[in-house]
């Protein structure tokens, strides 16, 4: 099929890339002319693992192309996707559609023949509606259709997410792109891939509930650690306990920071806001939002203790400052409010990230970043482990620091308390 993808950030290029990869005929179209270059030289915007190669092997096999012609690659597709930012407004919850709808309108210059139109843009409910509305004001609504197909790609394992997916979800209300799109999905249903028909609203909404749902259970977790921290019990065997009952699952049941990342954030505060239009009151997820933004000021003031309120001048090392491992993206990490912090109070802090050093910090003082995980410990007074790379799961503290009084911190419960103990380094975790 010959599809195009409106949007080359990370949905959009992991989707177009994966469609290529099973034989389809995909444009990119992205507005920054650098960008657009770049990808057309094998220069990816995103890390992710494995997605170089992908780009690379199909636009090699001219399966796979880039343009800044959003007209001509419109008419020369038969799908259409939608796949543009939708972050939250600013000074509100509510979700930003001013791209899409902006998407939606240039499309709707460029339909020559019967258009499926797909949003894969995580919105709100009714958002597909007032898409149609937009399109159809300049052309027939019998030359095109508007399709919910909400993505379910996890940063730093989107590739095999998209070829291996739990589910694939489409709403539409009419049952001729059901069709079209299941054959597009045919490749993926044929590995055992659950095809879900459902309307419109049902799937926008689908997508909305399962985030709002991880990020409970995460919330969930975090403040079961807290209670473990007070009565000194290992976090580790709860989540193990809860988890192996088959209702609940032990998915998302690792205690640590807060949530961060270019979904749950964002996707939660807009399916309040959304409720709130409906007049509907989600109290559980008003109460995520809550305990998720007091979680990194309480992890503030964990080190604070650890360091007995004496931060000034002390040397701090952090591990991996990405929301999480596997990708570069730094949207509400936690690293962002403790950083700045232990930088007020006088701390000297090195870091070091697999993704490389991060503008956010660069106006810091006294934050600068190291090129190996070993000059970040050199020297250090604690360590702070907080994201949870495969490069930190294995580190020769006494090797890299003489420091006999070293502290770390461990945010993500990668060691054993007892071992670091035994090497005679004081050990703290996440509900330990």
Not at 147 to 174: C, K, Q
């Amino acid at each position: 099929m010959k599809l195009c993808m409106i949007g080359t950030g990370y949905v959009g290029l992991v989707s177009g890339v994966c469609f290529s990869d099973l034989g389809n005929d995909v444009i990119c179209v992205d507005k920054d002319i650098n960008k657009i270059n770049n990808l057309k030289k094998g220069i990816i915007p995103i890390y992710e693992p494995g997605l170089e190669e992908l780009v690379l092997k199909n636009f090699k096999n001219k399966r796979l192309n880039f343009s800044t012609n959003l007209k001509d690659s419109v008419r020369k597709s038969d799908i259409i996707f939608i796949c543009v930012g939708t972050p939250t407004k600013k000074n509100s919850n509510s979700a930003d559609l001013s791209q899409l709808y902006a998407a939606g309108n240039e499309i709707s210059k460029s339909i020559n023949k019967f258009k499926i139109i797909i949003n894969k843009s995580t919105v709100p409910v009714t958002t597909g509606d007032e898409l149609e509305k937009v399109i159809s004001k300049k052309v027939n609504k019998k030359y095109f259709s508007v399709v919910s197909n909400p993505e379910f790609l996890r940063e730093g394992e989107a590739i095999r997410d998209f070829i291996y997916p739990d589910r694939i979800v489409v709403g539409s209300n009419e049952s001729k792109s059901h069709r079209i799109i299941k054959n597009l999905y045919s490749p993926l249903i044929s590995k055992g891939a659950k095809f879900i028909s459902t309307q419109r609203r049902a799937a926008e909404l689908i997508k909305y509930a399962s985030n709002a749902f991880l990020a409970t259970k995460i919330s969930f977790i975090n403040e079961i650690a807290n209670l473990c921290e007070k009565t000194e019990i290992d976090v580790e065997d709860i989540s193990i306990g809860i988890g192996l009952d088959k209702r609940i699952g032990s998915r998302f049941l690792r205690a640590g920071p807060s949530y961060g990342g270019s979904c749950f954030p964002k996707d939660t505060k807009a399916l309040v806001s959304t409720a709130q239009k409906f007049k509907t009151n989600l109290s559980i997820i008003k109460s995520v939002i809550k305990s998720n933004n007091k979680r990194s000021d309480l992890l503030s003031k964990r080190v604070n203790f650890i360091l007995k309120n004496k931060i000034k001048n002390k040397i701090v090392s952090f591990l991996g400052v990405t929301f999480k491992a596997n990708t570069d993206d730094m949207r509400d990490s936690s690293s962002l409010k403790l950083i700045p912090f232990l930088s007020k109070k006088g701390a000297i802090i090195k870091y070091y990230d697999p993704t490389g050093s991060k503008k956010e910090f660069k106006k810091l003082k006294n934050v600068k970043f190291s090129n190996s995980i070993q000059e970040s410990i050199k020297g250090s007074d604690i360590v702070i482990i907080h994201t949870e790379w495969n490069d930190f799961k294995s580190i020769n503290f006494k090797k890299f620091s003489k420091n006999k009084k070293l502290i770390i911190y461990d945010m993500r419960n990668i060691y054993s308390p007892g071992k670091i103990k035994k090497l005679g380094f004081k050990y703290f975790g996440i509900g330990r």
